[in-house]
């Protein structure tokens, strides 16, 4: 081969790789402007945009239009041609695969097609529900009973694993450091999905609910998440009326900057580690660094997982007077409040004489 037909042949050669890369830059940029423009028209407010789950089946032979006409009708795409265009140039389209998908109205084309081509058909799931107030261990005993996975496996999980999250940072050793932080809610898993696999998605949910104006106003109180999170805990633990919770909240706060000890009996329950209807006098005695009836601080760390009413209370207290709450109805968990001890022991003597 000549010199000169070498030259011709790079020099084609380089038009094509130009060509394919403005080919590309303008697919993109297009893109982009399409995107903008639409959410532009649409001028929903963010409250207003509904994300759907939306089942679909890819039947076998479909093809690339097929597909996106599909999509395209559950509403999952807005434009057949951006998605048919992506799929052909970035080679997805010959390798989409037939089969029932759970997909939502919130994915991108590029994550659709994702899934599409990476036997991401739907697989067999199981729910769970995990309620406000549960330990660490709760939880696992939970997922063994339901047979989600086995209590030991979900504890080395917990306890032989780093996760990477911001509000995992500088945390103080302590037996489970990631108490507190497993979000309680309902959660649905594929069946297969591994111990390590649930972990990661309940600290995923916390990460969504503690957001960046939580940060925020934490850092404005002077305290830290893990501190948050650990009167978060208290709150869960010792209120069940939800417009009680900022109420309790201010009492922590005020007992804490008056130097007075907490006196909070879930974190004598805690350090303990057994449920008991009442607690006898020897038991707040007991040394543990989350007996709030002996040191005048909050615990060393979280003694249970709250949910986000808790943890908004925590960060948002009630400003008031008050420095002691006694239950008054233990059927609805009503608390009466009060700022003397004086007042709390009538209250309390009272009540209990009810009880």
């Known amino acids: 081969m000549s010199k000169k037909t070498m030259l011709k042949m790079l020099?084609?050669?380089s038009k094509v790789i130009i060509l394919c890369v403005a080919v590309w830059i303008i697919f993109f940029v297009a893109r982009g402007v399409y995107d903008y423009s639409y959410k532009l028209m649409s001028k929903k407010p963010a409250e207003d945009i509904v994300v759907k789950?939306?089942?679909v089946t890819v039947p076998k032979g479909a093809t690339?239009?097929?597909?996106?006409?599909i999509l395209h009708d559950n509403e999952l795409i807005n434009n057949t041609y951006y998605f048919l265009a992506?799929?052909?140039l970035s080679g997805k389209g010959s390798k989409f695969q037939y089969g029932d998908y759970?997909?939502?109205t919130g994915m991108t084309e590029e994550e659709i097609a994702e899934i599409l081509t990476t036997n991401g058909a739907k697989k067999e799931t199981i729910?769970?529900?995990i309620p406000e107030g549960y330990t660490i261990q709760q939880i696992a005993d939970k997922l063994q009973k339901e047979k989600i996975c086995k209590s030991s496996e979900f504890m080395a999980a917990i306890n032989d694993v780093n996760y990477d999250y911001r509000f995992l940072e500088d945390l103080p050793d302590?037996?489970?450091k990631l108490q507190g932080y497993l979000f309680p809610s309902t959660y649905e898993v594929y069946k297969d999905a591994s111990a390590q696999d649930i972990v990661s998605i309940m600290l995923k949910q916390f990460d969504k609910v503690f957001k960046d104006e939580y940060y925020t106003r934490a850092e404005e109180l002077g305290m830290t998440v893990d501190q948050i999170v650990t009167m978060a805990s208290i709150i869960e633990k010792e209120v069940r009326v939800d417009e009680e919770r900022e109420i309790v909240a201010g009492i922590i706060y005020n007992r804490l900057e008056d130097g007075m000890k907490l006196q909070m009996c879930s974190t004598v329950m805690y350090?303990?580690?057994k449920r008991r209807d009442r607690l006898l006098y020897d038991d707040l005695e007991i040394e543990s660094p989350y007996n709030t009836y002996l040191y005048p601080e909050l615990p060393i760390g979280p003694i249970a997982n709250p949910g986000e009413r808790s943890i908004e209370a925590s960060l948002y207290p009630t400003e008031s007077d008050y420095l002691y709450f006694s239950l008054r109805n233990p059927e609805t968990g009503e608390h009466e409040f009060n700022t003397t001890l004086d007042a709390h022991n009538k209250v309390k003597g009272k009540y209990q004489n009810e009880f």
């Open 86 to 88: 992506y799929a052909k």
């Open 11 to 13: 020099y084609l050669l």
């Open 53 to 55: 789950t939306v089942e």
């Open 271 to 273: 350090a303990l580690d």
């Open 64 to 69: 690339s239009k097929d597909i996106a006409n």
């Open 174 to 176: 302590r037996n489970i």
């Open 102 to 104: 759970t997909l939502n």
């Open 127 to 129: 729910k769970f529900t």
